[in-house]
């Protein structure tokens, strides 16, 4: 359910005095509830709407107002090319005189520049079934099937012609943007006859609660190599094979040639050839024998440590790849005095002020995304930290709250404007170059693949295929309480749901992710961050909590920590979760041993630190109205080649070589006699391999891995985690697997 609430305004059901209460509506209301629809009749195409996601008010004709075939209808105008109009989405509402009375369902051509005009279509005979009562509203789709090209209109008309009381009432959007709403007024009942604005009747109404379900129409048709745009039946009847995901013959989809990928061959047409580093050979028409070259190795920079990796392996765990560095040797990752000692007195290191209110940060090879609010998307050169500057910015349509960057794209929860796409090949003019709208707010983004998750805080977490930048689609969702933000790992999304603490939903299915585990938080789940197999989540009032996801069906707080204002974001490097605690600035927490994480220090910020990232050996804070705050890392002697390191008892464990390729040394120390478990995992915390789970004496130990899964499967190139439990604690090492 979906509560509003902006003024304290009475319920009334008002009815309109003048032309023999013809028209009627419910009376202003700030207080409706709108029912998620239990099933939807669509299962193509994506919802198109012009309200803004409340309803303030509902309408309806009565009496003389409703004769056929369709005076005292209702209906909403868009324009989306050439479409498959899939499905109706009415949202309506009744007060008790709903006895089964009949809808018929239209689809009239025009309604954007001009007045509606022919019936492009219709369903007769429509039964709503389960009508909320008002102030509840609830959504109700009917599938209509009814190709159109340009501007159309959808509406319906309720068959209860002169008979009495309406049956029910179609929602109205009073404070939304301007949409195209229309009804269709009767002859003879005192207003102007024909197509017109409801506005005329019940006063200012940007739209109505009427959308549409629609996909393309006409697509790419494969006959051989030649590709024709055509309709599904104009390409079967042809003997084709039609592509509905492809709108364009340019690039043609209908050509299959090699792709490379990090040295790998596959046959596919180019516009299926994505990734990193990914190429299309429109010369070369077979894999065998495999044509594509090695992927090069480069310095990958993470945590401030150098592994010669390809660009794929890198970015794929977190690490900075770097074209121009062959060698690690010197490590040209390490910038020794730029990390801090939190326990000290750190120093902010450089800040700009933004033109909005920054609330959200990503950052990538020396820029910083900042999603602005207001201020759409803004994009920072941070390769000086002390001085950075602004380069470039996109205003969004709605308030840019969170920002995910992959490739060339960066993706902006847009809060009431669902998901927007920016091209940023050129940071320094981000254009706008795809969305597709949510139901509710869209507060958080997090991207992996061909896939961006979009955390709604009014609906849940949708998942929207980005194979085409262009148009995105959302192809699946799973209802929750009021996410908030989320990062995604493997085939789990760990959401922070607010009042439900955090929400691990299997993605493996995008179609139909489920959630299969979750654990209450103290307070308000606001953020989270997943490292070595925990859930370090923002708990708002109750500070940083510490939650083991090593069983993503069933996780469990591990421990937690208090900071002194709210916790409303998190990132974790290393052994440090960095929290953003609103009016106390940065909270810098060390978590290597997650029973028991301790506060090193803080940082205190000009306004509210509401978002946080990491790009080493800097950390780069959202603050709100003081814009983006650049602050030093917390130094963490693992990641420093210069420091004096000592096994301590947070610290216990070491692997050889590092990065390996075929055997693993895993040496540890342990004070006292007593049980030990150690194991490793992948980076989404799940179990690759046990090592050990029994008891040893005081004294060092070595274990060995030889690279396999539990079923003797080798595994593959990137980044594990190694870790080890005593009863002193818990530590993680990273090992680097190179094939």
């Known amino acids: 359910m979906r509560k509003f609430m902006l003024l304290l305004l009475p319920l009334a059901v008002a009815v309109v005095a003048a032309n023999a209460s013809n028209p009627v509506s419910l009376g202003y209301s700030t207080e409706t509830t709108i029912s998620e629809p239990d099933t939807r009749a669509c299962s193509s195409g994506a919802l198109h709407y012009n309200h803004n996601g409340s309803f303030e008010n509902g309408y309806a004709w009565q009496y003389d107002g409703v004769v056929p075939p369709y005076y005292g209808c209702f209906g909403e105008a868009y324009d989306l090319g050439a479409v498959t109009v899939h499905c109706g989405a009415y949202w309506l509402t009744q007060i008790g005189y709903f006895t089964g009375q009949r809808a018929d369902c239209y689809v009239w051509e025009g309604g954007v520049t001009r007045p509606p005009g022919a019936v492009v279509g219709v369903v007769t005979g429509v039964l709503f079934s389960g009508i909320a009562y008002w102030p509840s509203i609830s959504q109700h789709d009917v ?238 050169d941070v390769t000086d930290p002390a001085s950075p500057q602004i380069v470039g910015g996109v205003d969004t349509p709605g308030g840019a709250a969170n920002v995910a960057v992959s490739g060339t794209h960066a993706y902006v929860a847009d809060y009431g404007s669902g998901l927007q796409v920016i091209d940023i090949t ?62 995604v790992l493997g085939s789990y999304a760990y959401v922070a749901d607010e009042a439900c603490g955090l929400q691990v939903v299997d993605i493996t299915n995008p179609a139909n992710p489920r959630i299969v585990g979750g654990v209450e938080t103290p307070a308000q789940a606001m953020d989270v961050a997943v490292s070595g197999g925990y859930a370090c989540v923002a708990a708002w009032t109750s500070g940083l909590q510490v939650i083991d996801v090593t069983n993503p069906a069933s996780p469990q707080i591990a421990g937690s920590v208090d900071t002194p204002d709210c916790a409303d974001a998190v990132t974790v490097e290393g052994n440090y979760a960095y929290v953003g605690d609103d009016h106390s600035g940065l909270q810098v927490v060390d978590i290597r041993n997650p029973q028991s994480p301790q506060l090193v220090g803080s940082l205190d910020t000009p306004d509210r630190a509401v978002g946080v990232a990491v790009s080493w050996p800097s950390v780069y804070v959202a603050d709100c109205a003081s814009g983006l705050q650049i602050l030093p890392a917390q130094c963490d002697p693992a990641s420093n080649p210069d420091a004096d390191y000592q096994i301590t008892s947070t610290m216990l464990l070491r692997t050889y070589p590092n990065p390996g390729s075929g055997q693993a040394l895993i040496r540890f120390q342990t004070r006292d006699e007593g049980p030990v478990r150690a194991g490793v995992y992948d980076l989404a915390g799940r179990l690759v391999r046990e090592l050990s789970d029994g008891v040893f004496g005081a004294g060092v130990h070595e274990l060995s891995w030889d690279e396999r899964d539990g079923a003797s499967r080798a595994v593959k190139a990137g980044i594990y985690l190694i870790r080890l439990s005593t009863a002193e604690g818990t530590t993680t090492e990273r090992l680097v697997i190179l094939r």
């Open 143 to 380: 599938d209509l099937n009814i190709d159109v090209t340009g501007e159309f209109t959808v509406g319906y008309w309720g068959n209860w012609p002169g008979s009495g009381p309406c049956g029910w009432y179609v929602a109205a959007d009073l404070d939304g943007e301007q949409g195209h709403p229309w009804t269709n007024i009767a002859p003879g009942i005192g207003y102007p006859t024909g197509w017109q604005d409801p506005s005329i009747v019940w006063g200012y109404t940007p739209a109505l609660g009427i959308g549409v379900w629609a996909g393309l129409s006409a697509a790419a048709c494969c006959q051989g190599d030649v590709c024709t745009i055509s309709t599904e039946s104009e390409c079967t009847g042809l003997g084709g094979e039609w592509h509905p995901d492809c709108a364009s013959c340019d690039p043609n989809p209908c050509i299959a040639r090699v792709c490379c990928t990090d040295g790998v061959c596959s046959i596919v047409p180019e516009h299926e050839c994505t990734g990193i580093d990914a190429e299309w050979h429109s010369e070369w028409t077979s894999c065998d024998p495999n044509p594509c070259p090695p992927p090069p190795l480069r310095a990958c920079c993470l945590l401030g440590e150098c592994t010669l990796l390809t660009r794929s392996v890198c970015e794929g765990t977190g690490g900075m790849w770097h074209l121009d560095w062959e060698t690690c040797d010197p490590n040209p990752c390490w910038q020794p005095g730029d990390c801090d000692d939190y326990a000290g007195t750190p120093e902010i290191v450089g800040s700009v002020e933004t033109p909005g209110t920054a609330i959200g940060v990503a950052v990538r090879e020396g820029l910083a995304y900042v999603a602005d609010y207001r201020s759409g998307l803004q994009v920072i």
């Open 426 to 487: 050129d940071p320094r003019s981000p254009q706008i170059v795809g969305s597709v709208d949510t139901w509710g707010w869209a507060n958080g983004v997090a991207v992996t693949g061909a896939y961006a998750y979009v955390a709604d805080s009014h609906y849940g977490l949708y998942v929207i295929d980005i194979t085409d930048p262009y148009s995105p689609q959302i192809v699946g969702s799973v209802n929750m309480c009021y996410p908030y933000r989320l990062v």
